[in-house]
């Protein structure tokens, strides 16, 4: 790796601290010279633009999110044991960063700001939406989950527990917020499992 | 009403929407003085400074959201059906604003940078969720709900599907975020339900 990349990186890894705690509108070339202790000018020459560095602070942080939460969890045995290896991973990346996921903060600071930065956090989160739908398929493949069982459905619950999880100790300082989320997650993968009965319509 | 009251909450209705599009930290009193057309000492006369305007916003949103959420559903029938109109209150209540609840965006704009508004946007929340475990409980008692069922974890659930109706709906642009969000009320209510069975313990 060459100085210059060294650089771009550790740059990068302060970014995506920085973004986590006052969001991605925080990250300003001017910011992240005081930071870091490197020219504005220095900066310019590494990342040309405001939006084009908060674009590769959310590039940097997915591939982080690659490395600690989906490799490991793709590494380990599919289905059920898949699915919590990812909530696991979640769980731990969210309290790598000292303001918990940055992709929390960004998407909920651009859902009503169109431009690249939006699309880009949307991007990432519509990809990992999909990943835990495919990481849950494959339980119902492997005979782990029933065969009615709905992916995109547990994905839109699971990303709620998530943001509840975050919600929960970020903001409330509720202590109980982990073990909520994992018996939460419990319940879910109980009601979805192979053998389990499928919810009783209505009854109200 | 006098017409300084009247001018107050025409301006803490446009700081709401402004809150709701771009975050509370986006609502200054210059901003603010542009939306209204009123003179910037005009407003500073009425709110004294942002910080103070920030807060105004909140307890008004507050107040809009225990005329829109909270009394229809207090009004209503206890229990199941209770905890049902709450939930289709906030849906309404989320898309009542053009960048949907203000109080989720504050809650991720604030949870890192302690402070009066942090202190304000964290107890509106917590009051929300004590809202929904008491409802929760009503139902308990009315019969709906099994005798062990949990109140503060369907709160942290419920919580999390309404997290994840606004993070579909405002950022993924879903148009199946409304459906999903009622299912998966439906499939959580059901596996409260009194004569429903308690969920499996783990069998993996």
Chains 1, 2 share one sequence.
Do not use: N
Request: proline share 5%.
């Amino acid at each position: 790796m060459s100085k210059g990349e060294e650089t771009r990186l550790a740059v990068l890894d302060q970014a995506t601290r920085t973004a986590s705690q006052v969001g991605l509108s925080g990250v300003t070339i001017g910011t992240l010279a005081e930071q870091t202790q490197m020219s504005k000018s220095g900066l310019f020459a590494h990342f040309g633009s405001k939006e084009s560095l908060q674009l590769e602070t959310m590039r940097h942080a997915r591939q982080r999110f690659i490395d600690i939460v989906l490799r490991p969890a793709l590494a380990g045995p599919r289905g059920e044991p898949r699915v919590r290896a990812l909530v696991e991973g979640w769980l731990r990346w969210d309290d790598t960063m000292p303001g918990g996921c940055l992709f929390v903060a960004a998407g909920v600071e651009f859902d009503d700001s169109p431009g690249p930065q939006r699309d880009e956090v949307a991007r990432i989160q519509r990809e990992f939406s999909e990943t835990i739908a495919r990481v849950f398929r494959s339980g119902i493949t492997a005979g782990h989950f029933r065969e009615d069982a709905d992916p995109e459905q547990f994905a839109f619950v699971a990303k709620g527990l998530l943001l509840s999880y975050h919600h929960h100790r970020r903001l409330l300082g509720d202590p109980t917020a982990e073990h909520r989320t994992r018996r939460a997650f419990d319940d879910l993968l109980a009601a979805a499992r192979a053998g389990s009965r499928p919810p009783t319509p209505d009854s109200a």
